[in-house]
């Protein structure tokens, strides 16, 4: 069957292109995939991983070391394969994708490290005083961490880019968090918003990939997700 | 595959019709038969044409109907004393040895044939078609899909050329000569015999002419036999995400096209390449 569909041109990237794609989006920018506040973290600040602040601890002017890390990451197009176990109520539908990862969330327990207050903040601490130290734990820390398994449905999306042409990516439309007790809501909710920032920032300018041979080429159609493809169509003008 | 490009039979012609329109050449040549110097330059433009895929195993993509129009202009330089005989007036002379005063002939003219220059342009056109196989050509730091033109014979015919060219002489050369006076009863005959001497070399001439239009359409990459012509290039390092986007500082993220793959299916062009 002619793939062209009554277009100039067809593309399809096949859900293993994606995949081998976010390993290399990995491999040359490992922020993107790991968050931390030092002293968490490995490797060089801002380069291997994405420096973050602490998070707030409630009544101090200081937070905790915290460090998110999104593991194996990996993309399933439509028709599922067989190995995905998708969590109700996310099924797979017609024109979507699955995302399931794994994420690490570490606190550096013990450990306070001051933060500045903001200008307009009211709760400044009295310069006169005696100074107050934010609490620590014996003076000690622990790395603490948890891993949570993360699963998702998306869809494909193409939105208009900065040189006229559009870019192709990927969005979250529901995140399935488990384990995590009275916490899952809220977890799902930022676990999807830091999915879709990292998924955002994996846009592609579709007019670029290989169709760049032709001089001006316009999406005509898709993307769409089927047989394992993220398929568009483009006709050349 | 990781990744699968297609493309119509209708987006072939337009990817194809950019190339045919800028596909013209020109050159030029000069040579001698007989007494007739002659420089003539042909130039060729393609136009038009329907390319048509046939499925694998075939592999073929046939180019027809291209209009070929163009050119030759043709000058031709011949002295004519070359080729008349030369004509006295009165035909002889007659001479005496007077003793004291020496020899005396009797008062004869004999006529200077005078050079002719004659400039034609001859425009043809005819219509061609050709049959092309697919290869994928490593070319570096792309790849790169090419069409491989098989052999063929142009199919352009000048001999509607030789009436023309000898018409252009024969009313050149009848101009020269009726400017010469006394001569008007021996012009008709004077002038078949230029025509004469020229249809001897008149094959030839044409011949000189297809060759040089063969030589031009040679020049057109997308029907020379020996330059793989590249219809469609894929860069092996393909950079999706380039630097500093969305930040500063970011490094481009790079796949390699480890593989590419090309075959007709569906009428349809399709590349199938491996990622890495």
Same mark, same amino acid.
């Given at each position: 069957?002619?793939?062209?569909?009554?277009?100039?041109?067809?593309?399809?990237?096949?859900?293993?292109?994606?995949?081998?794609?976010?390993?290399?989006?990995?491999?040359?920018?490992?922020?993107?995939?790991?968050?931390?506040?030092?002293?968490?973290?490995?490797?060089?600040?801002?380069?291997?991983?994405? $420096?973050?602040? #602490?998070?707030? +601890?409630? %009544?101090?002017?200081? @937070?905790?070391? /915290?460090?998110?890390? !999104?593991?194996?990451?990996?993309?399933?197009?439509?028709?599922?394969?067989?190995?995905?176990?998708?969590?109700?109520?996310?099924?797979?539908?017609?024109?979507?994708?699955?995302?399931?990862?794994?994420?690490?969330?570490?606190?550096?327990?013990?450990?306070?490290?001051?933060?500045?207050?903001?200008?307009?903040?009211?709760?400044?601490?009295?310069?006169?005083?005696?100074?107050?130290?934010?609490?620590?734990?014996?003076?000690?820390?622990?790395?603490?961490?948890?891993?949570?398994?993360?699963?998702?449905?998306?869809?494909? $999306?193409?939105? #208009?880019?900065? +040189?006229? %042409?559009?870019?192709? @990516?990927?969005? /979250?439309?529901?995140? !399935?968090?488990?384990?995590?007790?009275?916490?899952?809501?809220?977890?799902?909710?930022?676990?999807?918003?830091?999915?879709?920032?990292?998924?955002?920032?994996?846009?592609?300018?579709?007019?670029?990939?290989?169709?760049?041979?032709?001089?001006?080429?316009?999406?005509?159609?898709?993307?769409?997700?089927?047989?394992?493809?993220?398929?568009?169509?483009?006709?050349?003008? | 595959?990781?990744?699968?490009?297609?493309?119509?039979?209708?987006?072939?012609?337009?990817?194809?019709?950019?190339?045919?329109?800028?596909?013209?050449?020109?050159?030029?040549?000069?040579?001698?038969?007989?007494?007739?110097?002659?420089?003539?330059?042909?130039?060729?433009?393609?136009?038009?044409?329907v390319a048509v895929l046939e499925n694998a195993p075939a592999n073929k993509l046939d180019l027809n109907n291209?209009?070929?129009?163009?050119?030759?202009?043709?000058?031709?330089?011949?002295?004519?004393?070359?080729?008349?005989?030369?004509?006295?007036?009165?035909?002889?002379?007659?001479?005496?040895?007077?003793?004291?005063?020496?020899?005396?002939?009797?008062?004869?003219?004999?006529?200077?044939?005078?050079?002719?220059?004659?400039?034609?342009?001859?425009?043809?056109?005819?219509?061609?078609?050709?049959?092309?196989?697919?290869?994928?050509?490593?070319?570096?730091?792309?790849?790169?899909?090419?069409?491989?033109?098989?052999?063929?014979?142009?199919?352009?015919?000048?001999?509607?050329?030789?009436?023309?060219?000898?018409?252009?002489?024969?009313?050149?050369?009848?101009?020269?000569?009726?400017?010469?006076?006394?001569?008007?009863?021996?012009?008709?005959?004077?002038?078949?015999?230029?025509?004469?001497?020229?249809?001897?070399?008149?094959?030839?001439?044409?011949?000189?002419?297809?060759?040089?239009?063969?030589?031009?359409?040679?020049?057109?990459?997308?029907?020379?036999?020996?330059?793989?012509?590249?219809?469609?290039?894929?860069?092996?390092?393909?950079?999706?995400?380039?630097?500093?986007?969305?930040?500063?500082?970011?490094?481009?993220?790079?796949?390699?096209?480890?593989?590419?793959?090309?075959?007709?299916?569906?009428?349809?062009?399709?590349?199938?390449?491996?990622?890495?």
């Amino acid at each position: 069957m002619a793939l062209t569909n009554g277009h100039h041109v067809f593309a399809g990237l096949h859900e293993d292109a994606f995949n081998k794609f976010i390993k290399a989006y990995r491999t040359a920018r490992p922020k993107y995939f790991y968050y931390a506040c030092p002293p968490l973290g490995a490797g060089s600040p801002g380069v291997d991983f994405w $420096v973050i602040p #602490p998070l707030p +601890v409630p %009544g101090t002017n200081a @937070g905790m070391p /915290i460090s998110v890390r !999104i593991l194996d990451a990996l993309l399933d197009f439509r028709p599922a394969q067989a190995g995905l176990h998708l969590p109700a109520p996310l099924v797979l539908g017609p024109n979507q994708f699955a995302f399931t990862a794994t994420l690490e969330v570490c606190f550096l327990c013990g450990a306070l490290i001051a933060m500045p207050v903001p200008p307009d903040d009211h709760n400044r601490e009295n310069p006169n005083s005696p100074k107050r130290r934010p609490p620590q734990k014996d003076g000690r820390t622990s790395r603490d961490c948890a891993k949570l398994s993360v699963w998702a449905i998306g869809h494909p $999306v193409s939105t #208009p880019n900065s +040189v006229g %042409g559009r870019d192709v @990516g990927l969005h /979250i439309d529901k995140i !399935i968090v488990k384990d995590v007790g009275a916490l899952e809501s809220l977890i799902e909710c930022y676990t999807e918003t830091m999915i879709n920032s990292l998924l955002d920032a994996l846009r592609y300018p579709v007019e670029k990939f290989a169709l760049g041979s032709f001089a001006s080429l316009s999406l005509a159609d898709g993307p769409l997700i089927a047989d394992n493809q993220l398929k568009v169509w483009a006709d050349i003008s | 595959m990781d990744a699968t490009i297609a493309v119509s039979e209708p987006g072939v012609n337009v990817v194809l019709q950019k190339a045919i329109a800028l596909a013209h050449a020109a050159s030029s040549d000069t040579a001698t038969w007989g007494p007739f110097q002659v420089g003539y330059s042909a130039s060729v433009a393609l136009s038009g044409g329907v390319a048509v895929l046939e499925n694998a195993p075939a592999n073929k993509l046939d180019l027809n109907n291209v209009n070929v129009a163009g050119s030759v202009s043709a000058f031709f330089t011949f002295d004519l004393g070359l080729i008349l005989p030369t004509i006295c007036i009165p035909p002889f002379q007659v001479c005496v040895d007077i003793p004291f005063i020496g020899n005396v002939c009797t008062p004869q003219f004999c006529i200077p044939w005078p050079s002719v220059h004659v400039a034609v342009n001859l425009p043809f056109a005819f219509g061609l078609s050709a049959s092309f196989g697919f290869r994928v050509d490593d070319l570096g730091t792309k790849w790169g899909i090419v069409l491989l033109i098989d052999p063929f014979s142009a199919r352009f015919d000048l001999t509607p050329m030789g009436p023309l060219i000898i018409a252009a002489i024969q009313n050149e050369v009848s101009n020269t000569l009726g400017s010469i006076p006394l001569i008007g009863g021996l012009i008709a005959g004077l002038v078949n015999t230029v025509i004469g001497a020229f249809s001897g070399v008149l094959t030839p001439i044409l011949g000189a002419f297809s060759s040089l239009i063969n030589l031009v359409l040679s020049l057109l990459d997308l029907l020379n036999v020996n330059i793989p012509y590249t219809l469609l290039t894929f860069d092996k390092t393909q950079t999706f995400v380039p630097t500093n986007i969305p930040l500063l500082g970011d490094a481009p993220v790079n796949m390699t096209l480890a593989l590419l793959q090309a075959e007709v299916l569906d009428r349809e062009l399709l590349a199938e390449g491996q990622l890495a």
